[in-house]
């Protein structure tokens, strides 16, 4: 099902009607997103610094990084909420870098999702819509669309506090898609659910935005999160933006060491690379990796990433064959799952290796000795 497809409602964001912005050409661009040089300073703190970011019609972006990044301050200066030190915000095609949030085609999920305690279901749903001026009768007909796409048909006249956790987050959810917005977005919405919650709230998250094809921009510490719901994932640190490209693309080639660190998890080297650009030589002299040969970075400081996945761990006395090869020692042990992580000691050296538990898997414990191996190709070079 869609939400309301009524072509004679208000539009808040230009104070026209959707027929006139279709008939005027702006759907060609509805829910495209352009930040230039987007810089916002706290005093003396600047919490984004000359971030430029391109966002498709229909993308579900994520912008992922650690507290304090700038990831929710980007994202407040999208919706209005807060106004630029330097740099210019698009929606649309439409410079609104000076416009205030009510008139700007968007809506805002918050963490805390901000329900009215003394209304209904329904009548916290309906708010905005009455805001923007739409009819009772379709008031009520987008109500009740909204309910049935997050699965609370029928909660329409129950009051916010006899909610759960999960269905406020999906009330909230209702409330900012009712409004019919060309960019939706989401600032740590599940943050405060469970993880069994959270993650099934995650794949209905992205079925919805699947079914509505609106923009999604939603901000998250969690690589999970990004991870399971994200088109694209743009990793911050510092106010900057450290990489963008599509989620396989960020775990497999990434391009500093903190997207390397900060997806998923890593055995990551410092060095130089040799004279003939094959080999990496650890800054504290523990390790040459054979590396995927490039004569163009030879001499050059550079970080070599290990994905624990791509380790191969084996009994003491057995060889892969590989160049990188040690024999070493198991410390412990994690289970995850159906996986299980090993942390083993190289000559004072850690190194992680995660295995698929199977029957088939030869099992470690703590103090035994074990080959650690990875071919060459296991290793992604990033340059400094």
């Known amino acids: 099902m869609t939400v309301s497809e009524t072509n004679e409602t208000q539009d808040p964001a ?30 003396d703190l600047v919490a984004v610094d000359g971030v430029d970011l391109e966002i498709e019609s229909g993308e579900f972006l994520t912008l992922l990084g650690p ?5 929710s301050t980007t994202l ?26 009510n008139s700007r085609d968007t809506s805002m999920v918050f963490q805390e999702w901000a329900l009215f305690p003394h209304m ?5 749903i309906s708010f905005g819509l009455e805001m923007d001026g739409v009819p009772e009768e379709e008031r009520q007909t987008r109500i009740e669309e909204s309910l049935e796409m997050v699965e609370l048909s029928g909660y329409q006249d129950r009051k ?33 659910l469970d993880r069994k919650l959270r ?42 933006i450290e990489q963008i490209g599509p989620v396989d693309d960020l775990y497999t080639s990434p391009e500093t060491q903190f997207v390397a660190t900060f997806i ?29 040969a490039s004569e163009d970075d030879a001499g050059r400081s550079a970080a070599v990433s290990v994905r624990p996945e791509e380790v191969i761990l084996e009994p003491h006395d057995e060889s892969s064959g590989y160049a990188n090869e040690w024999t070493g020692t198991v410390l412990d042990t994690i289970y995850k799952g159906s996986l299980k992580l090993y942390r083993i000691d190289v000559d004072g050296k850690h190194l992680e290796v995660e295995r698929q538990i199977n029957e088939e898997t030869t099992n470690f ?13 296991a290793c992604k070079v990033i340059l400094d």
């Not at 407040?76 to 740099?87: V, W």
């Open 264 to 292: 998923g998890e890593t055995n990551l080297y410092e060095g130089t690379i040799s004279d003939d650009g094959s080999s990496l030589q650890t800054d504290d002299g523990q390790f040459s990796l054979s590396i995927p």
């Open 120 to 124: 209904t279901v329904g009548e916290n």
């Open 160 to 192: 916010a506090t006899e909610l759960s956790g999960g269905q406020k987050q999906r009330v909230a959810m209702a409330r900012a898609v009712v409004r019919e917005p060309d960019v939706l977005l989401l600032d740590e919405p599940l943050a405060s």
């Open 199 to 240: 993650q099934h709230m995650q794949v209905e998250l992205k079925d919805i935005q699947d079914e509505l094809g609106i923009t999604f921009i939603y901000v998250t510490h969690d690589q999970e999160e990004a991870l399971t719901m994200s088109d694209r994932i743009a990793v911050m640190n510092d106010g900057q």
């Open 67 to 71: 507290s304090g990044c700038g990831k």
């Open 76 to 101: 407040r200066m999208i919706s209005g909420l807060e106004t630029p030190t330097d740099g210019d915000v698009y929606l649309s095609g439409n410079r609104v870098t000076e416009q205030t949030a």
């Open 365 to 377: 414990e703590e103090d035994d000795e074990v080959t650690v191996s990875f071919p060459a190709e």
């Open 14 to 43: 230009s104070g026209r009607s959707e027929r006139d912005r279709a008939e005027s050409g702006d759907d060609s661009q509805a829910g495209s997103v352009n930040l230039q040089n987007l810089r916002k300073e706290f005093g």
